[in-house]
Every structure is written in structure tokens, then in C-alpha cells.
């Protein structure tokens, strides 16, 4: 009789949700969607990766709750390590924008992902149901020979295919991030001879480029260099610092300022007189 009513408190207990796990559960299931569909709706690559990875974290505290603790370690270890930075090396390889996504360079792929889309669906939905209808085995069958075995169990048993089927897919990815990358070269790279003749003919910067700073007061590289003129030469400081507007003014009412506030500084100091004294 002990035995009967130990064996129903388990199976209510299996079937039954705490407060803590419900709140648990809304909260953070929230998040998850939430981030799922920024994944998909974000217009840049690299935050719809960061989205995902995210989702990814959740879905191994959902593991580690349930008491799938190897599994939960594993989501982290492996896909939101190592598979999510496989993505953002891909994305970073191939250099995906959001200019690119406007682009359909294969035909009929649009209504191939609504197909894939709706089959999935499908099978989510049935997963779902069938979690309905049948009974739970609950955490202590599942992990009666140990969490680590019952996993590798189902793996190379039941799940050997789909488990064959994800890692080929993984390696197609890194396969193909490689060939997208690769450029094959079709003629001769030009010699630094050949380059300089060239830009004799086009007359465009016959001199090497001024470094970043130089004939400037200071070296660094949001200042550019000033050409024999006096003026600064917008090609000593890179493109992204130009975009963001990060160039510091090195004009003559600007270095004419800090002349001026040097020497205000210089003689608060006292270091007026000794810089006079020398200059006789």
C-alpha cells in the first residue's frame, strides 16, 4: 500500500508545476520568444547571431531545471560557444549586410522557405500534441542508467540519423563559408614598379601616402596629416573614423588655440620665463 501511494505521489508530482517553475517558465519562455523573433526580424546578421545565442542560453537553463544537467552544460559548451562563433565567423568571413538580404540570387527560394517554414510548423505542432496525449516517463526513468548514458543511448540509437544529419550540415556550413570566401585570381598581381608607373600616368599621389599625424603636433591616428600646404590630407585617417566624424581639427585656428592654450598653460606653471630664456 506504501509502495501504490509513493508510486502516485510520483506520477502527480510529474505531472504537477510549482509556483516557482511556472514563473520560471513564463518569464524566461517569454525572453526566448522574444528573442527568436528578433533573430528573425533583426535587420543585421550580427544581432540576429547575438539574438539566437540568447535563446540558445535560455533553452540550457530550461535544460538544467528539468534536471538535464549534461544537456544544459552541452547547449552551452557547444552551441552557444562553438556553433553560435561558427556563425559569427561566417557572418564575418563573407561579410553579409543588410543590402544583401534585398537580393534574391537564387529563384524561388522565397516560397522553398515558406514550405519549410509550414513544415515545421507542422511538426511542432505534433510534437506538442504528442507530449498531450502521452504520459511523461518523469526524471527518474529518464535518468535511471545515469544522464550522460541515457543521452549517448538515445543518440546513437533512436536518434543516429538525426544526429548524422546535423553534422553534415555543420560541416556543409563551414565547407561553404569557405568557398563563398575564396577568390580565385585571374591575372598577374602588379609589381610596386608597375604601381608606381600607373599612378605617374594618372597623376593621383605620386608620393607615399602621409602617415597619420605627420607634420601635425601629435600622432595619433583620428588626427590626419598635414600635406607641405598646410592643409590636412583626408587619406591619412581611415574611412570608418571619416564616417563616424571622430577626425580632430588640425586647421590653423585649431593649432593656433593650442598654441595659445600651451603657453597660457606655460606660464601658470612658470615655465614661461625658462621657455623665453631659452629661446635667447
Known sequence: ????????????AAYSTSTGEAFQFWVLGTVAVIGALCTVFMKK??????????????????YLANGAYFLGIVQVVVYTGAIMMLFLFVVM???VTAADSLTETIKGQRWLALLCGLGFGI??????????LNEF???AQANAGGNVEGLA???????????EITGAL????????MVLTHRERTERAKTQREMAEERVRKNVQLPPLPAPGVYARHNAVDIPGLLPDGTPSE????????DRGQIRDVSDEALKDLKALEQRSGERLGRGDRAEEAAK
Open 1 to 12: 500500500m506504501t509502495a501504490q501511494l509513493a508510486a502516485h505521489s510520483t506520477s502527480l
Open 45 to 62: 546578421s550580427v544581432h540576429s547571431a547575438l539574438c539566437l545565442a540568447g535563446t540558445m542560453i535560455i533553452l540550457a537553463v530550461f
Open 93 to 95: 568571413l563573407v561579410g
Open 123 to 132: 511538426l511542432l505542432c505534433a510534437g506538442i500534441g504528442n507530449a498531450s
Open 137 to 139: 516517463n518523469g526524471l
Open 153 to 163: 543511448t538515445l543518440i546513437f540509437t533512436k536518434y543516429v540519423f538525426a544526429f
Open 170 to 177: 555543420l560541416i556543409t556550413a563551414a565547407v561553404g563559408a
Open 235 to 242: 587619406l591619412t585617417v581611415i574611412k570608418t573614423l571619416r
